[in-house]
């Protein structure tokens, strides 16, 4: 990925995941530069899910499309599934495809306390990544919560050299900013992180780190919208 004209635009910034038409005119639009690639390439397993698991939670986008894979989209919307998720992404997602969710909230962490104050004599399947965090399945045994952990995708890091210093790099996950400083440096650029394990992360290799007030892509883009405000001024 070479080097572009500096003078073309004031202001650059590398996305570590390839942004939706509408979230790339959030900042072309602004007079922003951007690059994109994925930091990390996630790899679905097919592995099977019991079916006698009705309450399910689901940590990501990711658990999700790994899900409806693997149980078949239409058996998914026949079968009488509860959702406990992380993420608004997460939740549209799964009422998308008709699955009821009964809780939803902003971070793990938050989540696991709801589910033992209102749902703690239940049973769950935990899906998740191979990177998973520890938040959840840690305080649900803690709290003695009953529930299966199963991994049903895999965080592939994809390293790849950047000749360029960018004034800003989008980071959305741990393992993301791991993949991108297996080849490169930080250095001056911003760090503009998803949310607060992103931003501990990051705190190991940059100077500046601006962390979203959501932990949403369209959050982070605000952020650096409001950064180059003020840089402006």
Same mark, same amino acid.
């Given at each position: 990925?070479?080097?572009?004209?500096?003078?073309?635009?004031?202001?650059?910034?590398?996305?570590?995941?390839?942004?939706?038409?509408?979230?790339?005119?959030?900042?072309?639009?602004?007079?922003?530069?951007?690059?994109?690639?994925?930091?990390?390439? +996630?790899?679905?397993?097919? *592995?099977?899910?019991?079916?006698? &698991? @009705?309450?399910? /939670?689901?940590?990501?986008? #990711?658990?999700?499309?790994?899900?409806?894979?693997?149980?078949?989209?239409?058996?998914?919307?026949?079968?009488?599934?509860?959702?406990?998720?992380?993420?608004?992404?997460?939740?549209?997602?799964?009422?998308?495809?008709?699955?009821?969710?009964?809780?939803?909230?902003?971070?793990?962490?938050?989540?696991?306390?709801?589910?033992?104050?209102?749902?703690?004599?239940?049973?769950?399947?935990?899906?998740?990544?191979?990177?998973?965090?520890?938040? +959840?399945?840690?305080?649900? *045994?803690?709290?003695?919560?009953? &529930? @299966?952990?199963? /991994?049903?995708?895999?965080? #592939?890091?994809?390293?790849?050299?950047?000749?360029?210093?960018?004034?800003?790099?989008?980071?959305?996950?741990?393992?993301?900013?791991?993949?991108?400083?297996?080849?490169?440096?930080?250095?001056?650029?911003?760090?503009?992180?998803?949310?607060?394990?992103?931003?501990?992360?990051?705190?190991?290799?940059?100077?500046?780190?601006?962390?979203?007030?959501?932990?949403?892509?369209?959050?982070?883009?605000?952020?650096?919208?409001?950064?180059?405000?003020?840089?402006?001024?």
């Amino acid at each position: 990925m070479g080097t572009r004209n500096q003078s073309t635009m004031s202001i650059s910034i590398l996305s570590t995941k390839i942004l939706t038409s509408a979230q790339k005119f959030v900042l072309t639009n602004a007079d922003i530069r951007l690059e994109e690639y994925d930091a990390i390439k +996630i790899e679905y397993k097919t *592995t099977y899910i019991d079916p006698s &698991f @009705k309450n399910i /939670i689901f940590t990501s986008q #990711n658990t999700v499309k790994a899900f409806l894979q693997t149980m078949g989209t239409q058996n998914v919307k026949k079968a009488n599934y509860s959702a406990f998720c992380v993420g608004e992404k997460t939740k549209s997602l799964l009422e998308k495809n008709s699955v009821n969710v009964v809780e939803m909230a902003q971070y793990g962490e938050e989540l696991a306390k709801i589910i033992l104050e209102k749902h703690a004599n239940k049973t769950f399947l935990f899906l998740c990544g191979d990177k998973r965090r520890n938040e +959840i399945p840690s305080f649900l *045994t803690k709290n003695k919560v009953t &529930f @299966k952990e199963q /991994i049903v995708y895999q965080n #592939n890091p994809n390293p790849i050299t950047f000749s360029t210093e960018f004034d800003g790099i989008l980071f959305f996950s741990p393992s993301g900013i791991e993949s991108y400083t297996a080849k490169n440096n930080i250095e001056n650029s911003v760090a503009f992180c998803i949310g607060t394990t992103t931003a501990s992360e990051a705190q190991k290799h940059a100077k500046k780190i601006i962390i979203a007030q959501k932990p949403t892509i369209e959050s982070v883009l605000e952020k650096v919208l409001a950064y180059i405000k003020t840089k402006n001024n």
